[in-house]
């Protein structure tokens, strides 16, 4: 790397060039922004010593995507696209450091250096989500200015085959799926050397946000249960099981219609009976040995090697319930042992003592669907289901 010094006012890296060349910066301090096609210029981040510049156009291989000025004087090492990509081909390992680069900078703020900017017949208005898997956007459709969610894949993830086939299914499992408490999915495309998903716009408050506010009362949570009833109904009976059903993964709507997200870890069963209410336990087809979803909110069976079946989301759809109405987490530990622990010796509380008090119907569905061995479960999605309404909270 060829070391160099800048002067204060000085533009390392110019907006809409193309990239040519990586900065580390030694010493100095340096601003990030965006300037938008309305002319306003959007605050990005400050850089110091040992800040990367320029990773997103050689992970790319689009052009700049902010402008980068100098505050003070600055001290940067300099290394050229091609010696970089030269010794990206001796260490490979180079080029996924990169990539894990821009993932930490993508989508910590509403406004970063891809908003504003235009991809395959989309513009990116604000980032609206950060995940595992990937950061979602707010974006208009150029054609009609309908606003869309994009799902765009963490770079990070570019490199771990099963994480790339996980988005692929994600994808796949959406597009055989038509429910209103679904997000729709219009196509896929790839641009910035990763993919994206183009899904239906979603806008309300997750559940976690609600519940954070304390309990609610049980006829506000019926509504809620019965219409997350009614969609799991429908995806068990597609040989779906969602498997990360959390209250951030959840989206009321102001209208009270919820919206059931994230099919990131669904697993798809291609040959289990689809017939209603049976329990046969779902063939894990692609990822047999994966366990993924959160801690706190995992039924006891996915942190064991058994395959998983409907059961599990009936577990994830009572810690929900549980939640809104004790206005907490079945399960507080931090600690991930400490959350099976606690987990395998959870004991529902008395119907009086779940927040506000429950009625002894919205007890006995909590008392036996989340019975920590999936086999003593009990749970009847159609009966649930008849309590959907739509739920309108004040937020």
Same mark, same amino acid.
């Given at each position: 790397?060829?070391?160099?010094?800048?002067?204060? *006012?000085?533009?390392?890296?110019?907006?809409?060039?193309?990239?040519?060349?990586?900065?580390?910066?030694?010493?100095?301090?340096?601003?990030?922004?965006?300037?938008?096609? +309305?002319?306003?210029? @959007?605050?990005?981040?400050?850089?110091?010593?040992?800040?990367?510049?320029?990773?997103?156009?050689?992970?790319?291989?689009?052009? =700049?995507?902010? +402008?980068?000025?100098?505050?003070?004087?600055?001290?940067?090492?300099?290394?050229?696209?091609?010696?970089?990509?030269?010794?990206?081909?001796?260490?490979?390992?180079?080029?996924?450091?990169?990539?894990?680069?821009?993932?930490?900078?993508?989508?910590?703020?509403?406004?970063?250096?891809?908003?504003?900017?235009?991809?395959?017949?989309?513009?990116?208005?604000?980032?609206?989500?950060?995940?595992?898997?990937?950061?979602?956007?707010?974006?208009?459709?150029?054609?009609?200015?309908?606003?869309?969610?994009?799902? !765009? !894949?963490?770079?990070?993830?570019?490199?771990?085959?099963?994480?790339?086939?996980?988005?692929?299914?994600?994808?796949?499992?959406?597009?055989?799926?038509?429910?209103?408490?679904?997000?729709?999915?219009?196509?896929?495309?790839?641009?910035?050397? @990763?993919?994206?998903?183009?899904?239906?716009?979603?806008? *309300?408050?997750?559940?976690?946000?609600?519940?954070?506010?304390?309990?609610?009362?049980?006829?506000?949570?019926?509504?809620?249960?019965?219409?997350?009833?009614?969609?799991?109904?429908?995806?068990?009976?597609?040989?779906?099981?969602?498997?990360? &059903?959390?209250?951030?993964?959840? !989206?009321?709507?102001?209208?009270?219609?919820?919206?059931?997200?994230?099919?990131?870890?669904?697993?798809?069963?291609?040959?289990?009976?689809?017939?209603?209410?049976?329990?046969?336990?779902?063939?894990? @087809?692609?990822?047999?040995?994966?366990?993924?979803? @959160?801690?706190?909110? &995992?039924?006891?069976?996915?942190?064991?090697?058994?395959?998983?079946?409907?059961?599990?989301?009936?577990?994830?759809?009572?810690?929900?319930?549980?939640?809104?109405?004790?206005?907490?987490?079945?399960?507080?530990?931090?600690?991930?042992?400490?959350?099976?622990?606690?987990?395998?010796?959870?004991?529902?509380?008395?119907?009086?003592?779940?927040?506000?008090?429950?009625?002894?119907? !919205?007890?006995?569905?909590?008392?036996?669907?989340?019975?920590?061995?999936?086999?003593? =479960?009990?749970?009847?999605?159609?009966?649930?289901?008849?309590?959907?309404?739509?739920?309108?909270?004040?937020?």
């Amino acid at each position: 790397m060829e070391v160099r010094d800048y002067d204060a *006012g000085d533009l390392l890296v110019r907006q809409g060039d193309q990239g040519s060349f990586l900065l580390v910066l030694i010493d100095g301090e340096a601003s990030a922004c965006v300037r938008q096609a +309305d002319g306003k210029v @959007t605050p990005l981040a400050e850089l110091r010593a040992g800040s990367v510049i320029g990773e997103m156009s050689l992970v790319t291989n689009e052009p =700049r995507t902010a +402008d980068i000025i100098c505050r003070t004087p600055v001290r940067a090492a300099r290394l050229s696209v091609d010696d970089f990509d030269a010794l990206a081909l001796q260490y490979p390992e180079l080029r996924a450091l990169l990539t894990e680069v821009v993932a930490e900078r993508l989508g910590q703020s509403p406004y970063d250096s891809l908003s504003g900017k235009g991809v395959n017949g989309y513009r990116i208005v604000r980032s609206v989500g950060r995940g595992g898997m990937g950061i979602v956007y707010e974006a208009v459709r150029l054609v009609d200015g309908e606003r869309v969610a994009l799902k !765009m !894949m963490n770079h990070g993830l570019l490199y771990q085959p099963k994480a790339v086939q996980r988005f692929q299914r994600e994808a796949d499992t959406l597009s055989s799926l038509s429910h209103r408490a679904i997000a729709r999915l219009y196509g896929r495309f790839t641009a910035y050397k @990763t993919q994206f998903l183009v899904l239906e716009f979603c806008q *309300g408050t997750t559940l976690n946000i609600i519940s954070s506010h304390g309990p609610m009362d049980e006829g506000t949570v019926r509504q809620i249960v019965g219409q997350l009833a009614d969609v799991l109904q429908y995806v068990h009976d597609r040989g779906v099981i969602h498997q990360d &059903m959390k209250p951030s993964n959840v !989206m009321l709507s102001d209208s009270g219609q919820v919206k059931l997200l994230d099919f990131g870890i669904a697993i798809v069963d291609r040959t289990a009976s689809h017939s209603r209410g049976s329990n046969e336990t779902t063939t894990r @087809t692609f990822f047999p040995l994966e366990r993924l979803g @959160t801690p706190r909110y &995992m039924a006891p069976e996915q942190f064991g090697s058994e395959d998983l079946d409907r059961r599990t989301d009936w577990y994830g759809l009572a810690n929900i319930a549980y939640e809104l109405l004790a206005g907490r987490p079945a399960v507080e530990a931090s600690d991930l042992f400490a959350i099976i622990k606690e987990r395998q010796e959870f004991v529902v509380p008395p119907a009086s003592q779940i927040g506000l008090g429950v009625s002894q119907e !919205m007890h006995d569905f909590l008392v036996n669907a989340l019975k920590p061995r999936r086999e003593d =479960r009990s749970v009847d999605l159609g009966q649930l289901a008849k309590w959907a309404k739509p739920a309108v909270v004040a937020h």
